[in-house]
């Protein structure tokens, strides 16, 4: 006879020794590898987009908290690291002393990588969705391209997708124009 698998919890997560790359989807440890410098410098450019007028600027549209690859904790069994998570400060007060963060946020942002792509698109997607995440973005940094998807009734909405020399304004941070192909490294010449 077979015996039940344990599933894993936050506390699980935080028995490893090095727990910053590792997530729990549908109860199981998955480990990711550390993201390319394109990566780095395009997650860097998000954080500075979005969270210089939403999160730091006093004269910007403001309301939010921006936050760089934050623990959250969405079911006792989901326990993801999104590149990108942002919270309504009318929902979130203020930003947690500790970490997991168990409030679900209003808008995540993933880097796909060909390790991380399948399970950002599916199953990541599924559980932002069923957790109440009204807001997820998708940024393929090869194909310098930005997806945004909206909860509606259920299902995820896709809103558009976005490459060089598009100026969208993407919900939830539509107050802004936001230049996609500077959130890129520059094309080599």
Known sequence: MESARKLA???DLAALEDDRDAEIID???????RPLPPSNRTQGGLYHYLGGPFDFEPNGPGGWWILIEPEVELARHQVFIPDLAGWRRSRMPAVPESRPIRLAPDWVCELLSPS???????????????SG??????VD?????LEAWEARDGAWVRLGAWSDGDRPRVPPFDAIELDVGRLFPPVPV
């Open 141 to 145: 940094v090869p194909e310098r391209l």
């Open 116 to 130: 991380t792509a399948r399970r950002d698109r599916i199953r990541k997607a599924d559980v932002y969705l069923k």
């Open 27 to 33: 109860g199981e440890i998955v480990f990711s590898p």
């Open 9 to 11: 919890t936050f506390e």
């Open 133 to 138: 995440v009204p807001h997820y973005w998708l």
